[in-house]
């Protein structure tokens, strides 16, 4: 266990609906990052907050928007869902920003549009 | 950006034999790079990592060897046992940036 919590485990819905899948980072980091694991993409880095600001951006559609509270958790919103945009999102979470902490990975949420 | 390319996309191994992993780089700027592990249905768990300052770490039955000039690093498993089979992905990052790089996974498969 990482001590990164995700929720829901499963998610599904439907093609043009929007859904917020929500992160606890590790006690103590301050970190938070989301990636997007499919089997055509693999695992890809979408965006990363520091103690409630945005730090980094990666492949992350203009669809999709997150944000980190006062209490460090994260939320990821995806909306005008595609079928494309089924996959496993996770979050990692890290001690701080500009050095190379290591990151530990939450169990994801599997996201299943129909 | 980083370019991170990893082989064999597959590897079988008997019980007890060694497993090697390699992946390449395109940024020399990046200076860490980490292992996961993958088990089906689970996140990834971070194995081992190393920094370009190190040319080699090992814990235990795995070890991490990197060449800074060749932009390779690979994973060494050695005694290899059946709950070693998983998905293992490399990854690369670099300072200021910290988001990782990951390379396309090796499905693992130890024989008992």
């Known amino acids: 266990d990482s001590g990164v919590t995700q929720t829901p485990k499963h998610l599904i819905t439907a093609t043009g609906q929007r859904v917020t899948l929500r992160c606890s980072p590790r006690?103590?980091?301050?970190?938070v990052y989301w990636y997007q694991q499919s089997l055509d993409q693999g695992l890809q880095f979408l965006i990363q907050?520091?103690?409630?600001?945005?730090?980094a951006k990666g492949n992350i559609l203009e669809r999709f928007s997150a944000q980190q509270f006062p209490d460090l958790h994260s939320e990821l919103n995806l909306s005008s869902l595609e079928l494309g945009d089924s996959a496993l999102y996770f979050c990692?979470?890290?001690?701080?920003?500009?050095?190379?902490?290591?990151?530990?990975f939450g169990p994801g949420t599997r996201l299943t549009v129909t | 950006g980083e370019n991170v390319e990893q082989h064999p996309s597959t590897l079988s191994v008997q019980e007890g034999d060694s497993a090697v992993i390699k992946c390449t780089y395109s940024?020399?700027?990046?200076?860490?790079f980490p292992w996961y592990k993958q088990e089906l249905g689970k996140g990834p768990q971070l194995i081992i990592d190393?920094?370009?300052?190190?040319g080699e770490k090992k814990d235990q039955r795995i070890a991490v060897t990197l060449n800074k000039t060749a932009k390779h690093f690979s994973l060494h498993i050695t005694e290899t046992q059946p709950e070693d089979s998983a998905v293992y992905f490399c990854?690369?990052?670099?300072?200021?940036?910290?988001?990782?790089?990951f390379g396309t996974g090796t499905r693992l498969t130890v024989i008992p």
């Open positions: 940024d020399s700027a990046s200076n860490y």
């Open positions: 990854a690369a990052s670099t300072t200021g940036a910290n988001n990782l790089f």
């Open positions: 006690s103590g980091d301050l970190s």
């Open positions: 990692a979470s890290s001690l701080g920003w500009g050095r190379n902490h290591e990151q530990y």
């Open positions: 190393i920094r370009s300052n190190v």
């Open positions: 907050y520091y103690n409630g600001e945005e730090r």
